[in-house]
């Protein structure tokens, strides 16, 4: 057998080569067909003939990358300092309540959190930035609720801020001085209860004793030797009623209501009518309010009445469900009662008035007044000024409004005077209204102290700087203007002490300004102050936006672009308050967003 030629084998290959330049030229023209294909059915212009699809794909990808970076505009990721920082999810809008005559522009769900993550932030629809000379602008958004201070500039912001309400402000002004303290007495904390009419306050304690004080004069002191000698359930319930002149003590011994009636009169306390009579259940809250001389007690989910003269009681149909609540309040000539239920999901309180001797509910056209996930109780305080109600729904997270019994047609949300941190677990308040303000203190049921102040739009929270080492304490209206009284107990003395409200400190201006908020070094083109929730006087608030760490600050208006003249890197914001003429009213703010729009890397 003879070998092959070497030609034969160069023939061989020099065919099968050719083979395979004819496969690969009929693959390369049958995927360019499909490609155009493709293109034409997703409307994709074509350019001239003489354009290669290397040239035609490369518009495809430019396209995309466009639409990408589009969307990507749309979401940015925020990442705040602060301990609580703010994340806006997605989700059902609802509204952002403002205080006063604050400006807030989107609505948005709101969630306090620890940081974990990356959140997403969905931005309102704002002037888009013009594309510069250095290409395509990303942009970035920050959002300050004032609850920390990891954005916060120490070194040159001068403003007040309450951490408990998160509010920027002027400095509340006071002055607290301690006027009386007790010898030691015989009670423990938790079983008293106090009262003031604005001619006396009153102090009623578990073991019978009656404490009277009348313009800062030595207290005056009472002993029921009846009930000292008795085991009192409860703590004592205490009202005054104005029709009567006469201040009602409600005490529970073995289950039977022992009432008392008693006035200050020429420096003693004088006892004019009392009785026992009727078995209730001591093991539920009991509340008291009197209105025209007759009073109204709600023991649990039962009512009874009984007149201040005759003092005969007697139980009142109310038809609620088995797993209702009820408390109850009054204005200076009706009821009011507080319902809360429980459905499958949440609680859900109701606010009744008690007119022409039969319930009735307010506010019919809603599904309910309060709603909640969490449990709690109703409180009342009422402005006789204006006939306005603050109630507020008293849980681990707070809900408040304010109405009027003669036009309910206007509500007033004051939630946000009441939050978590506010509550501080299941604030029980004591609530009244006195020179312009609305003062919420602590009641004898409460677990901790409580004094705030809400005053032109602000809520100004003295617990952590009054309070403090306090087991019990009360809060009382004062007996001239501007004057209230502070009650604290320890185990064995009561303190009294005289607040003076001076309304807010005044200066020149103060300042709250950020450090830097991009976390880059990019250019910083353009800014915006996209939203914010504050109070103010005409022209009594200033914001302003940089970009070169404060060099120079360019004054910002709500939801017009900053085009900025300088080079920087550094964006920064703040805003200033100038001084309102009335010294009890101060601009303030409590939620700000701003926008940033750097060069792309």
């Known amino acids: 057998m003879g070998k092959k030629s070497p030609k034969k084998n160069l023939d061989i290959q020099f065919y099968i080569s050719r083979i395979l330049i004819i496969l690969i030229i009929f693959f390369a023209i049958f995927f360019k067909t499909e490609i155009i294909n493709w293109i034409i059915e997703k409307k994709i212009p074509i350019k001239e003939n003489n354009e290669t699809l290397e040239n035609q794909n490369k518009n495809i990808k430019n396209q995309n990358i466009e639409i990408e970076s589009q969307e990507k505009k749309k979401k940015i990721n925020l990442i705040l300092k602060s301990p609580y920082p703010m994340a806006i999810k997605d989700g059902p809008l609802r509204k952002v309540e403002p205080r006063g005559n604050s400006v807030v522009k989107t609505p948005v ?26 290409g395509n602008l990303s942009r970035g958004s920050f959002t300050d609720l004032f609850s920390g201070t990891g954005w916060k500039n120490s070194q040159t912001s001068t403003v007040y801020q309450d951490f408990k309400t998160t509010t920027i402000s002027f400095s509340p002004a006071y002055q607290w001085e301690e006027i009386y303290k007790s010898a030691p007495l015989n009670f423990t ?18 073991q019978g004793e009656i404490i009277a004080f009348q313009n800062e004069k030595q207290p005056l002191f009472y002993t029921i030797e009846e009930i000292k000698k008795a085991k009192v359930d409860n703590v004592p319930l205490l009202d005054y009623d104005k029709y009567s ?29 009392s009785f026992a009579n009727s078995f209730i259940d001591s093991e539920v809250d009991l509340n008291l309010a009197c209105v025209k001389g007759k009073c109204l007690i709600t023991n649990g989910k039962k009512l009874w009445k009984f007149d201040t003269q005759t003092l005969k009681i007697s139980l009142i149909e109310f038809k609620i469900s088995q797993s209702s609540l009820l408390s109850i309040g009054k204005t200076d000539d009706l009821w009011l009662l507080g319902v809360v239920e429980k459905d499958e999901k949440k609680y859900k309180g109701n606010i009744y008035q008690f007119t022409n001797n039969h319930w009735q509910i307010i506010f019919r056209n809603q599904n309910s007044f309060f709603s909640s996930e969490y449990f709690g109780n109703i409180f009342f305080g009422y402005n006789p000024n204006k006939q306005e109600i603050l109630a507020v729904y008293g849980a681990y997270e707070g809900q408040a409004y304010q109405f009027s019994i003669n036009n309910q047609s206007f509500i007033q949300n004051f939630s946000q ?47 952590p700087v009054l309070l403090e080492n306090v087991l019990s304490f009360q809060l009382v209206p004062g007996f001239k203007e501007h004057q209230i009284y502070g009650i604290a107990f320890d185990n064995a003395f009561f303190y009294i002490y005289r607040f003076t409200d001076l309304g807010f400190q005044k200066k020149d201006k103060v300042i709250w300004e950020s450090l830097k908020i991009n976390s880059k070094n990019n250019k910083i083109m353009q800014g915006s102050l996209v939203e914010k929730e504050d109070g103010e006087e005409e022209g009594k608030i200033q914001y302003f936006l940089t970009n070169n760490g404060g060099k120079n600050w360019t004054k910002a208006e709500l939801g017009k672009m900053i085009k900025f003249k300088t080079i920087g890197s550094d964006f920064r914001w703040k805003v200033e308050f100038l001084p309102s ?6 601009p303030w703010a409590t939620r700000v967003m701003v926008d940033y729009y750097q060069v792309r890397d």
């Not at 904390?189 to 578990?206: D, G, L, P, T, Y």
């Not at 203190?441 to 032109?456: C, E």
């Not at 003429?581 to 101060?586: A, G």
Request: proline share 6%; charged share 30%; aromatic share 12%.
């Open 109 to 134: 769900n709101i969630e306090i959190q620890k940081p974990e993550k990356p959140k997403i932030l969905e931005m309102p629809k704002i002037s888009q930035p013009e594309i510069s000379k250095y």
């Open 189 to 206: 904390k938790e079983n008293q209860i106090i009262k003031s009419n604005r001619k006396e306050a009153v102090c009623v304690i578990k």
């Open 245 to 273: 002149k006469k201040w009602i003590a409600v005490f529970v011994v073995d289950k039977k209501l022992f009432v008392y009636s008693f006035t200050v009169e020429k420096g003693e306390i004088i006892l004019a009518h």
């Open 417 to 463: 005077f009441f939050p978590i941190r506010v509550m501080d677990g299941e604030m029980k308040p004591e609530i009244f209204y006195q020179d312009g303000a609305w003062w919420i203190g602590s009641s004898s049921k409460s677990s901790s102290p409580k004094f705030l102040r809400l005053l032109s739009g602000i809520g100004n929270d003295f617990t």
């Open 581 to 586: 003429i009335d010294s009890f009213s101060s």
